[in-house]
């Protein structure tokens, strides 16, 4: 019975006294037929509420302080389950860490579209979401400075809030200044043992990612070959050479780089060398040896450390590179599934796929009908070996790193049909989805991650 999940509605309390009317199913139990008191969880804090006889079953009457202490709405609707026989948790209460652009833009009242989207998961899953960064919490007290969104009066609202059940770590993108701050506030949440936390893992650096994959027999065929470089190691420059020798194209990437930021292609040319970027558009630059390709390259990449890695001949559309962006999540069990695989085509003399690039997205299935003529049969085959290729990755990273509720992962197709795996995304977002107009995956990829709250917190029956 304790894990025994029902719904109620939070009432305005008339008097400074609050009460409960439970559900008339669980009121008729012995255990609670002559009850007068419970306590009610919210996050971290406690109330304690008069159990009332009422026909309106199923709602929480409370005064202006307990509304107040636990963050809540009048009207709001939220899932109750029995913690013990004298203890009612409401909830999940999911703080989403965010940068202070994303909680910029509620204060403005002009939200990112993810955050409206999960907002609206969250009203659909009846959970308690709220927005958090690096300057919302108070420590001592162990409340939260957020933003949640008021559907009564259809704004977007900074109050306090308790210290969730759990850290939904959405936390890119931080400016240089304040990603020291982050860290120490992730390291911070890493103290607090009542608190469950996933995807608290910025970014993957990609050539700890390469070593560790490269250990499992059943992923290292779908690697590029990649070497790691420093700008401080002369030895670097010949390894760029070597691989540039033998493969004619490669790419230099920064371990740490995401949206396809610090990312150069290199290619040797009938005229010398050719070096593409994207710079707020994309760039060429052609050189007369290789010496100079490199060194300008190395010029580019801010990052002092950095791979170099095979250039694949990927798929093309109309000298338009193509990769695909799968999204995998876990689901209200706990179990992963993949959401959507949407096939990226790169902007025009652009060597990188990011949707930031310009790239255009399309549905997998359209893509491989309608730009290469691939058969059903061709396209079942083909998914079914993605299929087997990222479920593998999904359980190598988490033996490697954790547990995480969300990642997204790039893979490649070559011209010979050959799958490569690109690399891994700890933050992923799910522009690609949107744009490649899957309506129904857009929406369900803001809902799992509530809903594998729910699961990791006994929300679900």
């Known amino acids: 019975m304790y894990n025994e999940k029902f719904n109620v509605t939070i009432k305005n309390a008339t008097a400074t006294d609050s009460t409960i009317c439970l559900p008339a199913d669980i009121r008729a139990k012995k255990e609670y037929k002559y009850r007068d008191q ?17 026909d309106n079953f199923g709602t929480i009457n409370l005064n202006e302080n307990h509304l107040h202490q636990l963050g809540l709405y009048i009207n709001q609707q939220v899932s109750a389950c029995f913690q013990s026989i004298d203890k009612i948790k409401i909830g999940p209460y999911i703080g989403v860490f965010v940068n202070i652009g ?17 907002i609206k998961a969250s009203k659909e899953e009846n959970a308690i979401v709220y927005f958090m960064s690096i300057r919302s919490i108070n420590w001592p007290e162990m409340r939260i400075s957020a933003y949640s ?30 990603m020291p701050v982050a860290k120490y506030i992730r390291h911070q949440f890493d103290n607090v043992e009542t608190l469950i936390k996933f995807n608290s893992q910025h970014y993957f ?35 760029i050479m070597a691989m540039l020798n033998k493969y004619n194209t490669v790419y230099l990437k920064a371990i740490l780089g995401s949206n396809g930021k610090q990312v150069i292609r290199l290619m040797k040319v009938h005229c010398g060398y050719e070096i593409n970027y994207f710079k707020n558009k994309p760039v060429t630059e052609n050189l007369s040896t290789i010496e100079e390709a490199v ?64 790239s255009s997205c399309y549905l997998f299935e359209e893509a491989l009908i309608n730009l290469f003529d691939y058969s059903v049969k061709d396209i079942t085959k083909l998914k079914n070996e993605i299929t087997r290729l990222l479920y593998t990755t999904v359980q190598a990273i988490e033996a490697e790193y954790g547990t995480f509720g969300e990642l997204g992962i790039d893979i490649a197709i070559d011209n010979n049909g050959k799958l490569w795996f690109i690399e891994c995304n700890a933050k992923p977002g799910k522009d690609t989805i949107f744009l490649s107009k899957n309506e129904e995956a857009y929406k369900k990829s803001f809902r799992l991650p509530i809903q594998y709250s729910q699961y990791l917190t006994g929300f679900t029956n």
Request: charged content about 25%.
């Open 102 to 118: 994303s909680l910029n833009s509620l204060m403005k009242g002009t939200p990112y579209k993810r955050l409206l989207e999960l």
């Open 38 to 54: 419970l306590k009610i969880i919210g996050g971290n804090s406690e109330i304690r509420v008069d159990v009332v006889e009422s």
């Open 205 to 239: 650096n990609k050539w700890e990612v390469y070593q560790r994959l490269a250990s499992y027999e059943e992923i290292v065929s779908y690697l590029p070959d990649t070497l790691y470089c420093t700008n401080t190691n002369d030895g670097s420059i010949g390894n």
């Open 295 to 358: 060194n300008r390259a190395k010029e580019l990449l801010s990052s002092t450390s950095y791979i170099v890695q095979q250039g694949i001949d990927v798929l093309q559309y109309k000298e338009r590179n193509i990769d695909m962006r799968a999204l995998m999540q876990r689901n209200r069990k706990g179990q992963w599934q993949i959401v959507a695989v949407p096939v990226r085509i790169a902007a025009k003399n652009c060597s990188i796929t990011s949707t930031s690039a310009g």
């Open 149 to 178: 969104y008021n559907f009564n009066d259809n704004l977007w609202e900074l109050k306090k809030f308790p210290f969730p059940d759990v850290i939904y770590d959405r936390g890119g993108g931080f400016l240089p200044n304040q």
